[in-house]
């Protein structure tokens, strides 16, 4: 519209793998976020707060909300927590174990 190219959105290898039902690992990096004990595994269940972001939905969520099986704590003892907001670049896609009943 009035003669502007549209920004290419950001490439799936960004983040792959995350979005709404994942399965995820949360770890440390060296970039910031929240220390959580342990590396908790989780399912992303919503995007996390994107207030950092000039418009809602307008590119990759900068964070997500993680649901956990076990209550979960950080590294100074905060918690038990059900439910977090992670950072994105904090959360790592993995595979669920394969089902062994057959």
């Not at 792959?16 to 770890?27: D, E, S």
């Not at 996390?48 to 418009?55: D, K």
């Given at each position: 519209m009035f003669g502007r190219r549209r920004s290419p959105s950001p490439e799936p290898s960004d983040h792959?793998?995350?979005?709404?039902?994942?399965?995820?690992?949360?770890?440390d990096t060296?970039?910031?976020?929240?220390?959580w004990a342990g590396e908790p595994i989780g399912v992303i269940v919503a995007p996390?707060?994107?207030?950092?972001?000039?418009?809602p939905g307008v590119?990759?969520?900068l964070s997500w909300t993680v649901a956990f099986d076990d209550a979960v704590y950080?590294?100074?003892g905060r918690g038990?927590?059900?439910r977090a907001t992670v950072l994105s670049r904090q959360l790592v896609p993995i595979?669920?174990?394969p089902d062994t009943e057959a």
């Open positions: 792959p793998g995350l979005g709404i039902g994942a399965l995820v690992q949360v770890v060296d970039r910031g976020g929240e220390r996390g707060g994107n207030q950092h972001v000039g418009l590119g990759e969520p950080t590294k100074d038990p927590f059900e595979q669920p174990a």
